[in-house]
């Protein structure tokens, strides 16, 4: 994650920031490419930047009132996507 930026992490786009410079990297090369994704780190796993209603109700519904909170907090429903989303 080196070269990714506090405001990228914090919109929980670091996954995607590192698989369009693998596209990119792939895409200026004619090389083989050998891409290993290996740690030890335990305890960060990033949040997905969106999620289907039905899916955020669900682990809604399985938090405590204290999570529910920070969920609140983090994601708001998008009506204007077809589906809606929460972003």
């Known amino acids: 994650r080196w070269g990714?930026?506090?405001e990228c992490t914090d919109d929980q786009q670091t996954v995607a920031i590192c698989m369009h410079e693998i596209d990119r990297c792939q895409d200026g090369?004619?090389?083989p490419c050998f891409l290993h994704l290996g740690t030890d780190k335990y305890g960060w796993r990033p949040l997905p930047p969106a999620l289907e209603v039905q899916t955020f109700e669900r682990i809604l519904n399985r938090c405590s009132e204290a999570n529910q909170h920070m969920l609140e907090s983090w994601y708001c429903r998008n009506d204007n996507l077809n589906p809606p989303l929460y972003v």
């Open 4 to 6: 990714i930026r506090d």
């Open 29 to 31: 090369t004619i090389g």
